[in-house]
């Protein structure tokens, strides 16, 4: 039951540097997402998508890129690495674009240190 | 948009006290909530999840957590704490109509004392 794979766990980047982190779901949901999580802010939304082809932005686009070619696959891109995006990010995925009776599935997040 | 507030950012309580942490949302009707756990170092784990009907709704590790219209709260308890919930608890809050996203609070991070 792989439900929803992120990596890597741990990467540590310079600045300057860009990197992809990938996310992917066997459950053929259409609804994925990327959160990030700093101490005492809770999880901020970057990016989502309600299907292949469609990507939107959340509270914290800034400095990130997505794209949705495929259903299973969410890959978030870091363009050029700062170290206010050392942070734990998040994927998550659901079966529909509304929530009615549908369960929110998270990876086990990706630790990124940018020094 | 949906938005919602966790006012205590750590609580600690003794094992085996009861516990009740607190959430408050905005919306503009009633919205789906949630309840997070997250373990350090860990992921995300459902808890329990309001979408209708009962508005007490009983969740897994013996939590449950009470919808009250009328005070915009889902607040999460229970009875007798074990020193294993000791975590970082969040609330989410989803709407009923359109694409967006879960809204998290910032989170109560639970300390269990002997």
């Known amino acids: 039951n792989a439900g929803v794979t992120q990596t890597p766990k741990f990467q540590v980047l310079k600045t300057g540097q860009s990197m992809t982190l990938q996310c992917a779901q066997d459950?053929?949901?259409?609804?994925m997402s990327w959160y990030r999580q700093d101490p005492g802010m809770g999880l901020r939304l970057i990016h989502y998508s309600v299907g292949a082809g469609i990507t939107d932005q959340g509270e914290v686009p800034n400095g990130y890129n997505v794209s949705r070619s495929t259903t299973e696959d969410f890959p978030l891109r870091l363009l050029s690495a700062a170290p206010s995006q050392t942070s734990v990010y998040f994927c998550?995925?659901?079966?529909?674009?509304?929530?009615?009776?549908?369960?929110?599935?998270f990876g086990e997040g990706s630790w990124l240190t940018v020094v | 948009a949906q938005s919602v507030t966790q006012p205590d950012i750590h609580i600690t309580v003794s094992e085996g006290a009861s516990l009740e942490l607190r959430c408050n949302y905005s919306y503009g009707a009633t919205p789906y909530l949630f309840w997070y756990v997250q373990s350090p170092g860990q992921g995300l784990q459902l808890l329990l999840k309001?979408?209708?009907?009962?508005?007490l709704v009983q969740g897994i590790k013996g939590f449950e957590a009470e919808f009250k219209r009328s005070q915009s709260s889902f607040n999460l308890r229970k009875p007798s704490v074990h020193w294993s919930d000791a975590a970082e608890y969040f609330c989410a809050v989803g709407a009923r109509v359109g694409n967006t996203p879960l809204v998290f609070g910032k989170g109560t991070r639970l300390s269990v004392i002997a």
């Open positions: 309001y979408f209708s009907g009962d508005t």
């Open positions: 998550a995925s659901s079966r529909s674009k509304t929530f009615s009776g549908n369960t929110i599935y």
């Open positions: 459950m053929n949901h259409e609804y």
